[in-house]
């Protein structure tokens, strides 16, 4: 189950004074983290966005579209769980994460930081009521983000293509599976199994029980139109 809150913040950093003589002449180095606010917005209807966590590198990317998804990504676009992008230390230089996800309509604000620049920000969510929808933002540039200003992206869905769209009970995660489910219960989450075609493409969207699609557990709510977050990044510090 994916777990929903309003807001959450969290930060990752701090200010390091390093001494350098022992004499009178002594010199202080301040070592100044850069920071960034990162305010994210669910543009959509019905679909409820797990807690994002964001990732500052220098380098690697967190998908490909063309390009089978790597575990970790089957895993956060299954279910909502970004432990395993987490836990990829090769190039992740800091990371911090919502508490809870976003609900349609509503905003998180997350503040990241590192002891030195930095290149790129990203971060990926899954699209709650969905077999395996995702969103977010891979290998946004902040090099010329200067101090104090903001850029602010549109991002959209994408789909891992590692499980098929079926929309049923059994395999929708999110509380509409839930809502729809005979004993109240919402589907399976994470399968390791790869039924779909195995690579990452734009996702075409929710068919629904309303347009036919008689064992869907989902309706016209769940629906959705790129784009289905705002992103807003500001450099703090």
């Known amino acids: 189950m994916i777990k929903f809150s309003k807001v959450a913040i969290a930060t990752v950093g701090a200010l390091t004074l390093a001494a350098c003589n022992d004499d009178s002449d002594t010199v202080t180095v301040i070592e100044t983290p850069v920071e960034y606010e990162v305010v994210l917005k669910n543009l959509t209807n019905g679909q409820p966005i797990s807690p994002p966590s964001l990732l500052l590198h220098d380098t690697g990317a967190l998908f490909t579209v063309g390009e089978s998804a790597s575990e970790a990504l089957e895993l956060l676009a ?6 395993g992008i987490l ?8 990371s911090a994460s919502a508490s809870g996800g976003i609900t349609y309509g509503t905003s998180t604000t997350i503040t990241v930081s590192y002891t030195d620049n930095v290149k790129y920000l990203s971060f990926v969510s899954m699209l709650g009521n969905s077999n395996d929808a995702f969103t977010g933002l891979n290998q ?3 090099t010329d983000l200067a101090l104090n200003d903001s850029v602010t992206y549109q991002t959209v869905a994408y789909d891992a293509g590692t499980e098929a ?4 009970v059994d395999t929708v995660p999110g509380p509409a599976s839930n809502a729809a489910s005979p004993d109240g219960t919402a589907g399976e989450a994470f399968n390791a199994e790869r039924d779909d075609i195995d690579i990452v493409t734009m996702h075409p969207g929710i068919v629904s029980s309303d347009d036919g699609l008689i064992t869907s557990a989902l309706t016209y709510q769940q629906k959705f139109d790129n784009p289905v977050m705002s992103v807003t990044i500001t450099r703090t510090r």
Request: net charge negative; aromatic share 4%.
């Open 78 to 83: 299954e279910s909502g769980d970004a432990s």
């Open 87 to 94: 836990s990829d230390t090769r190039f992740i230089l800091s």
């Open 165 to 168: 769209n079926t929309e049923t």
């Open 140 to 142: 946004v540039d902040l």
